[in-house]
C-alpha cells in the first residue's frame, strides 16, 4: 500500500496550490482519506479528511473557506485545493488513509502515510 503526496511548492500570500495524492496497492473506496499538515517544532495537525464512498468532507477551522478536499475514485487520488494561502499555512502536508468509518482528525487513527510534500507560502 503507497499514498504518494504530490503538488507542493512556493507561493506568495493570496496563492493558490493543488496537492494530490494517490493511492496504490488496494482500493480506497471504503477508506477516509485525511490530510495533514507539520510545520516545523510543531505537531502534526488535521487538515481535512474526506469520505470518498459518500461525499462528505471535514475541514479544521482554520482552513474552512479556503481549502477543499475532493476524490477522484477512478484514479485513486485524492486533492486539496488549497486558496488564498497565509504563511501560517506552511507546512510539509501529508496525506493519509484510515479504514475508521468516520472522518477522524486524530493522526493516530490513520493506518497508512505518504511521504509528504512541502508548501511554503511566502509574506
Known amino acids: 500500500v503507497q499514498l504518494q503526496a504530490s503538488g507542493g511548492g512556493l507561493v506568495q500570500t493570496g496563492g493558490s496550490l493543488r496537492l494530490s495524492c494517490a493511492a496504490s496497492?488496494?482500493?480506497?473506496?471504503?477508506?477516509?482519506m485525511g490530510w495533514f499538515r507539520q510545520a516545523p517544532g510543531k505537531e502534526r495537525e488535521f487538515v481535512a479528511a474526506?469520505?470518498?464512498?459518500?461525499?462528505?468532507?471535514k475541514y479544521a477551522d482554520s482552513v474552512k473557506g479556503r481549502f477543499t478536499v475532493s476524490g477522484d475514485n477512478a484514479k485513486n487520488t485524492v486533492y486539496l485545493q488549497m486558496n488564498s494561502l497565509k504563511p501560517e499555512d506552511t507546512a510539509v502536508y501529508y496525506c493519509?488513509?484510515?479504514?475508521?468509518?468516520?472522518?477522524?482528525?486524530?493522526?493516530?487513527?490513520?493506518?497508512?502515510w505518504g511521504q509528504g510534500t512541502q508548501v511554503t507560502v511566502s509574506s
Open positions: 474526506i469520505n470518498w464512498s459518500g461525499g462528505r468532507t
Open positions: 493519509a488513509a484510515t479504514r475508521t468509518p468516520w472522518l477522524s482528525q486524530y493522526a493516530r487513527t490513520y493506518d497508512y
Open positions: 496497492g488496494r482500493t480506497f473506496s471504503s477508506y477516509i
